[in-house]
Nanobody
Framework: QVRLEESGGGSVQAGGSLRLSCLVSENSMGHFCMGWFRQAPGQEREGVAIISPAGTQIAYADSVKVRFTISRDNTKNMLSLQMNSLKPEDTGMYYC??????????????????WGQGTQVTVSS
């Protein structure tokens, strides 16, 4: 089972930036579709961005398009999420996830069997 470890969360003011990282234990990271999800208190987990194994296909939630950038370095087993122009509604626990294939339609969390423990992002107004 692949292990995922997120880092880089923190507290920032609205308009600020954070960069999240996810270290993947599996040396064959290039076989996995990777994704970032987030969950605010009392809300369901939602997809933020996903990236195909080779990084050639990327999808973003409408709420983060232009502001967030997902990237991966398969040689370093690292997934990243650059978050700019952060808003209070971006607050939540951010999770890294891995799957053997990317979901065809929506960024559903049910398509990802492997999850990290999460890193907290708090954006104040």
């Amino acid at each position: 089972q692949v292990r995922l470890e997120e880092s880089g969360g923190g507290s920032v003011q609205a308009g600020g930036s954070l960069r999240l990282s996810c270290l993947v234990s599996e040396n064959s990271m290039g076989h996995f579709c990777m994704g970032w999800f987030r969950q605010a208190p009392g809300q369901e987990r939602e997809g933020v961005a996903i990236i195909s194994p080779a990084g050639t296909q990327i999808a973003y939630a409408d709420s983060v398009k232009v502001r967030f950038t997902i990237s991966r370095d398969n040689t370093k087993n690292m997934l990243s999420l650059q978050m700019n122009s952060l808003k209070p509604e971006d607050t939540g626990m951010y999770y890294c996830a891995a799957a053997l294939s990317c979901p065809k339609a929506t960024m559903t969390s049910r398509a990802f069997p492997n999850w990290g423990q999460g890193t907290q992002v708090t954006v104040s107004s």
